[in-house]
């Protein structure tokens, strides 16, 4: 006998036939008492929500004994959800303990160093390596392959770098728009 509720009741002595013709014991009485004392929420023009209709019966106002079940079953399956989801949350703040998660700001600083070192250490090797390029080649195109394989190798060696796990130290110098972002979230952390 588990109806599903209106949207809402146009008044109090509506929602009383309803909640009676659909197995809930409940009285008149009852109804405009709660209603008076604030425990069945009534809007201003005397209209009553299904969803607040609906909390109030199931908290203040008994089914007759055919749909106990039903009450029961659905108290069963809400209290279930409600120890699923403190499941999910104790889990992942579990988590975050053990460090498995890392602050999103921690991420992207963690990154943005990253892409720093590698910035860096290609601008080294074209420095470094320009001599031994232009020696490769002989200043000549059809050693463009020579040349071509030479620069993979090396970034494919940048790039192994890059990718470690190793902890890299970013020095970031005064004046420079690193330094003034790091600046500017050191401000926000301490407001």
């Not at 929602?15 to 004392?37: C, D, F, Q």
């Not at 002989?138 to 790039?159: H, Q, V």
């Not at 902890?167 to 952390?189: F, I």
């Amino acid at each position: 006998m588990a109806a599903d509720f209106p949207e809402k009741f146009k008044n109090t002595m509506e929602l009383v036939t309803w909640a009676k013709a659909n197995g809930w014991r409940l009285e008149k009485s009852t109804a405009y008492g709660h209603a008076k004392k604030g425990l069945l929420r009534v809007q201003s023009d005397k209209s009553i929500l299904g969803v607040d209709a609906k909390v109030w019966l199931l908290a203040m106002v008994g089914r007759e004994s055919g749909d106990a079940a039903d009450l029961g079953a659905e108290k069963m399956q809400l209290e279930i959800r409600n120890l699923e989801i403190k499941a999910q949350k104790s889990a992942f703040e579990l988590d975050q303990l053990k460090g498995k998660y890392l602050p999103r700001a921690d991420f992207e600083r963690e990154l943005a160093g990253r892409a720093i070192v590698l910035e860096s250490g290609l601008r080294r090797m074209f420095a470094a390596q320009a001599a031994r390029m232009i020696a490769l080649v002989s200043g000549k195109a059809e050693k463009t392959p020579e040349l071509t394989a030479f620069l993979n190798g090396t970034l494919d060696d940048l790039l192994r770098t890059y990718a470690s796990t190793e902890t890299y130290q970013v020095m970031v110098l005064p004046g420079t728009a690193e330094a003034e972002n790091q600046e500017e979230e050191a401000d926000h952390e301490t407001d």
